[in-house]
């Protein structure tokens, strides 16, 4: 039983920072390339993040680049995302999502594309306000 559980998200100022922790259990954690998502309402569920199982690739919407950052800690099962300058379009609960794939190439690579992730976690409220 594969399990997601997001945690960190909160309140914070414009130009503030958070970050997110996402926690695997129940499968291999080697082969979880991990993706994060947002969705505000009214808006469609847009891809943030994600990191491949091995670390060595990573992607970021355009919208996030240079200000957030994917990695992961092995020694706890957990992918973070550490959010700097946050503005007000940041506002979304965001998700993670994990793609548990054996196969090599994928070891190698990840999607910000939701179609891509079999599992997914409850979701954390991120606010961005004065």
């Known amino acids: 039983q594969l399990q997601l559980v997001e945690s960190g998200g909160g309140l914070v100022q414009p130009g503030g920072s958070l970050r997110l922790s996402c926690a695997a259990s129940?499968?291999?954690?080697?082969?979880?390339?991990i993706g994060w998502f947002r969705q505000a309402p009214g808006k469609e569920r847009e891809g943030v993040s994600c990191i491949s199982s091995s670390g060595s690739s990573t992607d970021y919407a355009d919208s996030v680049k240079g200000r957030f950052t994917i990695s992961r800690d092995n020694a706890k099962n957990t992918v973070y995302l550490q959010m700097n300058s946050l503005k007000p379009e940041d506002t979304a609960v965001y998700y993670c999502a994990a793609d548990p794939d054996t196969r090599p190439l994928r070891q190698v690579m990840c999607s910000i594309e939701g179609s891509w992730y079999n599992y997914w976690g409850q979701g954390t409220q991120v606010t961005v306000s004065p």
């Open positions: 129940g499968f291999t954690w080697d082969y979880l390339s």
